[in-house]
């Protein structure tokens, strides 16, 4: 069994990534791992964080970045902070699929939002100021940004079945449904489209696909043929759960 969180936002959280890791391995002493789902922190403080996550949680760390974990700096950069923090500290991003055990796999990326769902209209959103690679033209930045990681998911959906995967979990930040995204005030910079179409075009090749995403901050859950998708509950101040993954029965129950 898997502890899964979305959005701890640790730069602006009243607990510790120490102390929120510490309160999981009391409460969860038989978990396996903890998968978090993006906006962890801010770029200059993921790794930091992420170290002191893991010492006080004590069991590895899958992960992938969010939109916040990239401020006040570029995607490149941001992801080169993180790729080599610890052994038990697993950027899926840059990792080949995780083996989970009796066929089933873990990958992950971070994925963008592409205005897939909605129209860019005049809601900015405070990434086009804060991160490098969006400040000239967001939006043309953004849909390249989520046609980029739609190409990275598939490279590890096909690697994956090249090695007898049969149950797939996808591991990303931006809900790639627009089910998923409805609670968000824009669905514009809530969801990615492209990425959404990518998983409903290779999904049938596995026997069931468990997406994990957040961005939001709403637990919503979403069914369509055999994708099982959720995005997960976060509170800005106050890191929480969003639920836990049981490998074994392929199943998520959220907390």
Same mark, same amino acid.
């Given at each position: 069994?898997?502890?899964?969180?979305?959005?701890?936002?640790?730069n602006s959280a009243r607990t510790s990534p120490f102390q929120f890791g510490s309160s999981l391995a009391q409460r969860f002493p038989n978990a396996k791992g903890l998968i978090l789902t993006g906006d962890i922190s801010v770029s200059h403080r993921v790794a930091s964080d992420l170290k002191d996550l893991h010492f006080g949680f004590g069991k590895p760390i899958y992960f992938v970045l969010g939109n916040h974990d990239y401020w006040d700096s570029s995607f490149r950069s941001a992801d080169n902070l993180v790729?080599?923090?610890?052994?038990?500290?697993?950027y899926l991003q840059s #990792?080949?699929? %995780?083996?989970?055990g009796n066929s089933v796999q873990m990958v992950g990326?971070?994925?963008?939002? #592409?205005?897939?769902?909605?129209e860019p209209g005049e809601v900015l959103m405070e990434d086009f100021y804060r991160i490098a690679d969006l400040k000239k033209d967001p939006v043309a930045a953004s849909r390249k940004r989520a046609e980029f990681m739609a190409a990275k998911l598939v490279s590890k959906i096909e690697f994956a079945l090249?090695?007898?995967?049969?149950?797939?979990?996808?591991?990303?930040?931006?809900?790639?449904?627009?089910?998923l995204a409805k609670e968000a005030d824009h669905l514009a910079w809530y969801g990615s489209k492209v990425l959404g179409d990518c998983i409903l075009k290779h999904a049938p090749s596995f026997k069931e696909v468990l997406v994990l995403c957040g961005h939001t901050h709403?637990?919503?859950?979403? %069914?369509i043929g055999n994708i099982l998708a959720y995005s997960g509950e976060a509170k800005r101040v106050l890191p929480v759960l969003a639920g836990t993954f049981d490998e074994a029965t392929f199943s998520v129950s959220p907390i």
């Amino acid at each position: 069994m898997f502890v899964w969180a979305a959005d701890l936002h640790f730069n602006s959280a009243r607990t510790s990534p120490f102390q929120f890791g510490s309160s999981l391995a009391q409460r969860f002493p038989n978990a396996k791992g903890l998968i978090l789902t993006g906006d962890i922190s801010v770029s200059h403080r993921v790794a930091s964080d992420l170290k002191d996550l893991h010492f006080g949680f004590g069991k590895p760390i899958y992960f992938v970045l969010g939109n916040h974990d990239y401020w006040d700096s570029s995607f490149r950069s941001a992801d080169n902070l993180v790729r080599e923090i610890h052994n038990d500290i697993l950027y899926l991003q840059s #990792d080949f699929p %995780v083996d989970l055990g009796n066929s089933v796999q873990m990958v992950g990326v971070s994925g963008w939002y #592409d205005a897939g769902y909605g129209e860019p209209g005049e809601v900015l959103m405070e990434d086009f100021y804060r991160i490098a690679d969006l400040k000239k033209d967001p939006v043309a930045a953004s849909r390249k940004r989520a046609e980029f990681m739609a190409a990275k998911l598939v490279s590890k959906i096909e690697f994956a079945l090249s090695t007898g995967c049969e149950k797939l979990v996808i591991v990303t930040h931006i809900p790639p449904f627009e089910a998923l995204a409805k609670e968000a005030d824009h669905l514009a910079w809530y969801g990615s489209k492209v990425l959404g179409d990518c998983i409903l075009k290779h999904a049938p090749s596995f026997k069931e696909v468990l997406v994990l995403c957040g961005h939001t901050h709403f637990a919503q859950k979403y %069914v369509i043929g055999n994708i099982l998708a959720y995005s997960g509950e976060a509170k800005r101040v106050l890191p929480v759960l969003a639920g836990t993954f049981d490998e074994a029965t392929f199943s998520v129950s959220p907390i």
